[in-house]
T-cell receptor
């Protein structure tokens, strides 16, 4: 079955450490997105990518980095510059960003906590 | 910038009854799309229903329907014959017509269906 796979489901980070969250999709979607979800709040966009080898900052990109070397993969690195990284991270994809009525498909999320 | 407001952080409904979740948005755009997403306790976010702003007819998907009031910038979700499986957090989302798939989400409404 096609879908979006995020791993790991739970992740712990030590102070000063960079960690990378994986997101893979086999839906042949062009666009991919990373959101951060905090308790009682909606989703905030961190980064998004419309095509391979291209990505743009979202609303809260500071302290995060991404790459899009393959269509299927859009890993998110939470750097030590992100001072409050504890949150739930959701990856999403959509068919074609030019067809803007297309909804996003979401992964199961990764919960990141600080040790 | 667009904003999406869900004024009801929590709601509850008895099984088989009808409930309406409210959503308002603020935009100067004329071409846009609106979505309701559902995030059950298992955490995978899924699309419930979508509405194109240029369509006057309200969208309907089985037990889910919307009341789209463009002039009032209101987009409420009505769930008829509520089922226990409807228990989830519901997010309203706005997408500009030319925004490459980027969505702005509300803070969510946690709906509990009681037996």
């Amino acid at each position: 079955d096609g879908g979006i796979t995020q791993s790991p489901k739970y992740l712990f980070r030590k102070e000063g450490q960079n960690v990378t969250l994986s997101c893979e999709q086999n839906l042949n979607h062009d666009a991919m997105y990373w959101y951060r979800q905090d308790p009682g709040q909606g989703l905030r966009l961190i980064y998004y990518s419309q095509i391979v080898n291209d990505f743009q900052k979202g609303d809260i990109a500071e302290g995060y980095s991404v790459s899009r070397e393959k269509k299927e993969s859009f890993p998110l690195t939470v750097t030590s510059a992100q001072k409050n990284p504890t949150a739930f991270y959701l990856c999403a994809s959509s068919i074609d960003p030019r067809q803007s009525n297309q909804p996003q498909h979401f992964g199961d999320g990764t919960r990141l906590s600080i040790l | 910038a667009q904003t999406v407001t869900q004024s009801q952080p929590e709601m509850s409904v008895q099984e088989a009854e009808t409930v309406t979740l409210s959503c308002t948005y603020d935009t100067s755009e004329n071409n846009y799309y609106l979505f309701w997403y559902k995030q059950p306790p298992s955490r995978q976010m899924i699309l419930v229903i979508r509405q194109e702003a240029y369509k006057q007819q309200n969208a309907t998907e089985n037990r889910f329907s919307v009341n789209f009031q463009k002039a009032a910038k209101s987009f409420s979700l009505k769930i008829s014959d509520s089922q226990l499986g409807d228990t989830a957090m519901y997010f309203c989302a706005f997408m500009k017509g030319t925004n490459a798939g980027k969505s702005t989400f509300g803070d969510g409404t946690t709906l509990t269906v009681k037996p």
